[in-house]
């Protein structure tokens, strides 16, 4: 019991489900786009029979590095957030993650490693959806365009019924990840907050949608009236 305990507490400190679930899963999907789009299901599954050590290694690392790509162009466009608007400025983000690790016990620390899990899974896999279906519209055009694709009516028809419920099922499913995301970072840094604050420390409130979007409202009162305390508030306190 205390070996398997380890190894899911490693899973969580070493940053191992982070990397698989929200980078290697997500960089995969939008990996094997172009050639399922392209060869089809069971066509992936003949190349993927032929790979050896090399090759996994290989496409491993390129999920990995495209799920970073993606994760960082949903951050610079505000798509994904790592962290609640009022925290936005280094220093206070800094103070608060530091007295977290201060004060918070291992069981703590787990609950909300597991959060930023599910927060990063589903904000760079919704993303990942979007990426791999703008990629196939583009290439469909491109084939469109070069002759490689010719369309009619029946081949119109006949597409928008094979197709348009898997298409609308990944809209979906994309939409509920992108609200799972906000969702879990908001749980994230409200159960960072609550453990603060059992020790008798002042945070920002993050039970709005305006503290986590960046509302001046929301900005305003968390930075004047709830304000992690400064170093001399600490020292005389």
């Known amino acids: 019991m205390n070996s398997i305990e380890g190894i899911i507490s490693s899973l969580y400190t070493n940053y191992l489900l982070r990397d698989v679930a929200a980078k290697i899963i997500p960089g995969s999907l939008?990996?094997?786009?172009?050639?399922?789009?392209?060869?089809g299901l069971r066509g992936i599954q003949e190349i993927v029979a032929n790979f050896g050590f090399a090759e996994w290694i290989f496409s491993i690392g390129a999920a990995w590095i495209l799920s970073y790509s993606i994760q960082t162009i949903g951050?610079?466009?505000?798509?994904?957030?790592?962290?609640?608007?009022?925290?936005?400025?280094?220093?206070?983000?800094y103070e608060f993650r530091a007295l977290f690790g201060t004060h918070a016990s291992d069981r703590e620390r787990r609950l909300v490693e597991r959060y930023v899990v599910i927060k990063e899974s589903c904000g760079?896999?919704?993303?990942?959806i979007w990426v791999s279906i703008v990629l196939v519209l583009c290439?469909?055009?491109?084939?469109?365009?070069?002759?490689i694709v010719?369309?009619?009516?029946?081949?119109?028809?006949r597409a928008g019924a094979v197709f348009g419920v898997p298409f609308a099922g990944l809209l979906l499913a994309s939409l509920l990840l992108r609200a799972s995301h906000f969702?879990?970072?908001?749980?994230?840094?409200?159960?960072?907050?609550a453990v603060l604050k059992s020790h008798g420390k002042?945070?920002?409130?993050?039970?709005?949608d305006?503290?986590?979007?960046g509302y001046s409202s929301a900005r305003n009162v968390s930075k004047k009236a709830e304000s992690i305390p400064s170093e001399n508030e600490r020292s005389e306190q």
């Open 139 to 147: 290439q469909f055009v491109l084939d469109f365009a070069t002759g």
């Open 30 to 39: 939008t990996l094997l786009t172009l050639p399922l789009y392209r060869h």
């Open 202 to 208: 002042k945070t920002p409130k993050f039970d709005s």
């Open 150 to 157: 010719v369309v009619n009516i029946e081949h119109a028809t």
């Open 183 to 193: 969702r879990h970072l908001k749980r994230q840094y409200a159960q960072m907050g």
């Open 210 to 213: 305006s503290a986590i979007f």
């Open 124 to 128: 760079i896999g919704y993303l990942a």
């Open 75 to 93: 951050e610079l466009t505000h798509l994904l957030r790592q962290w609640p608007a009022v925290l936005d400025d280094f220093d206070e983000r």
